[in-house]
T-cell receptor, first 110, second 118 residues
C-alpha cells in the first residue's frame, strides 16, 4: 500500500512565526487531506487537496501530484495552532481508505 | 448541519467483555469509515461502508471485530472478547459520496470513542 511520510516530526515555534510542514507519498493519489488534531483529539479538516494550491486564512496548502508531495503553510502562528497535523491519502487501487502519515507535533509558544 | 457523532465518548471494560461503539454520520452521507488510533500514531483504517454493505473490511485486525450498518446510516462497531491491546481511540468518519465527484470524497471525522480494556 501507499506510504505517507511527514516532516518534521516535531516543531516548536514562537507565536507569530511561519512554518512549512511536508508530506511525501509513495504512489499517485485520488484524495489528499490535511487535518489538525486538537489537544482534545478531534480531527479537524483543513484542506482537501489532491493537486494544486488552496488558501484558507493563515493556512495554505500546495500539492504537486507529479512529484508526490504536499506542503502545508502556517503563517503568523498562534497558540491555538498547537496540536498534531496529519496528512492522509487514498490511491486509485487502494479503495477509499485514508492512509495517514505519522504526523507533525506543533507547539506554538508565547 | 450536525457533524459526525460517536457514543460513548469513553468506554472502560474488562478483558474478555463485549463492547459496542456507535457512529452517527453526517445526514445524507453514503460512505462511512471506522479507524483506530493508538497513542502517538496516526489513525489506521478498519472498515468502510458504502450504503449498507461493507465495501472494504481489510483493516479489521481479526474476527473479534465486526461492524454493521443495517439501514445505511448509523453504524455499530462490535468487539468480542476484548483484549488489552484493543485499547485505543476508535474514530468514525463519513463522506458524501466517494464516487460522485472528487470533492465529495472528503472524509469528516467524529470526536472518537476512547476504549480502555483493563
Amino acid at each position: 500500500g501507499i506510504q505517507v511520510e511527514q516532516s518534521p516530526p516535531d516543531l516548536i515555534l514562537q507565536e507569530g512565526a511561519n512554518s512549512t510542514l511536508r508530506c511525501n507519498f509513495s504512489d499517485s493519489v485520488n484524495n489528499l487531506q490535511w487535518f489538525h488534531q486538537n489537544p482534545w483529539g478531534q480531527l479537524i479538516n483543513l484542506f482537501y487537496i489532491p493537486s494544486g494550491t488552496k488558501q484558507n486564512g493563515r493556512l495554505s496548502a500546495t500539492t504537486v501530484a507529479t512529484e508526490r508531495y504536499s506542503l502545508l503553510y502556517i503563517s503568523s502562528s498562534q497558540t491555538t495552532d498547537s496540536g498534531v497535523y496529519f496528512c492522509a491519502a487514498t490511491t486509485e487501487g487502494g479503495g477509499n481508505k485514508l492512509t495517514f502519515g505519522t504526523g507533525t507535533q506543533l507547539k506554538v509558544e508565547l | 448541519g450536525a457533524g459526525v457523532s460517536q457514543t460513548p465518548s469513553n468506554k472502560v471494560t474488562e478483558k474478555g467483555k463485549y463492547v459496542e461503539l456507535r457512529c452517527d454520520p453526517i445526514s445524507g452521507h453514503t460512505a462511512l469509515y471506522w479507524y483506530r488510533q493508538s497513542l502517538g500514531q496516526g489513525p489506521e483504517f478498519l472498515i468502510y461502508f458504502q450504503g449498507t454493505g461493507a465495501a472494504d473490511d481489510s483493516g479489521l485486525p481479526n474476527d473479534r471485530f465486526f461492524a454493521v450498518r443495517p439501514e445505511g446510516s448509523v453504524s455499530t462497531l462490535k468487539i468480542q472478547r476484548t483484549e488489552r491491546g484493543d485499547s485505543a481511540v476508535y474514530l468514525c468518519a463519513s463522506s458524501l459520496n466517494p464516487y460522485r465527484a472528487a470533492s465529495t470524497d472528503t472524509q469528516y471525522f467524529g470526536p472518537g470513542t476512547r476504549l480502555t480494556v483493563l
